[in-house]
């Protein structure tokens, strides 16, 4: 299996479809990079979004936009147009401000701050979901503030620091 080494946007870029030729970076493309806090991943997606039209706005977390989402790499960060609860799947968390059809990038592995608050109360250390009860729209929450096998089930991100709403991100590639 050979792995792209040579990206041509930045992970703060974004693009449309009609651009997605002559860029090269592509949905689905994963990105490992180094940085001060560790090694990350990124996955090149496309933006939904959603029933609310409102535009992904970086450091909130995303959710596949269709049960063939994760196939397709479609998110969105409007949670109620994605799955319904029980089925939402957490994609990642935004590098920049995506509006419907472009393309950008989301953080799925690593250390990450959020630019919203963790919902559920949860404590550093607690696990976290967009499934749980209290994910607000581009949130995640504490997976135990919804005691149901879809958010205990479905731990994506580590609270590391909640009162910074800092993360370790652990998204499905």
């Not at 029933?51 to 949670?79: H, N, P, Q, R, W």
């Not at 393309?103 to 592995?109: E, F, L, M, N």
Request: hydrophobic share 40%; charged share 25%; glycine share 12%.
């Amino acid at each position: 299996m050979a792995f792209k080494s040579v990206f041509q946007t930045a992970l703060t870029d974004v693009w449309t479809s009609a651009e997605a030729g002559a860029i090269g970076d592509k949905p689905g493309d994963l990105r490992w990079e180094r940085d001060s806090d560790g090694m990350k991943c990124y996955k090149c997606i496309e933006y939904r979004d959603g029933d609310v039209t409102t535009a992904g706005v970086a450091g909130e977390a995303c959710i596949y936009f269709t049960a063939d989402g994760y196939k397709t790499s479609l998110v969105t960060s409007d949670y109620s147009a994605g799955e319904p609860a029980g089925n939402r799947q957490g994609a990642g968390i935004l590098q920049a401000i995506i509006t419907d059809t472009d393309r950008g990038w989301i953080q799925i592995k690593g250390f990450a701050t959020m630019t919203i608050n963790l919902g559920g109360t949860p404590a550093d250390g607690d696990g976290l979901t967009c499934e749980a009860a209290g994910s607000a729209d581009g949130s995640m929450a504490h997976a135990l503030s919804d005691v149901s096998a879809a958010s205990l089930f479905r731990i994506e991100a580590i609270a590391c620091d909640e009162s910074d709403d800092e993360i370790v991100c652990d998204f499905p590639f």
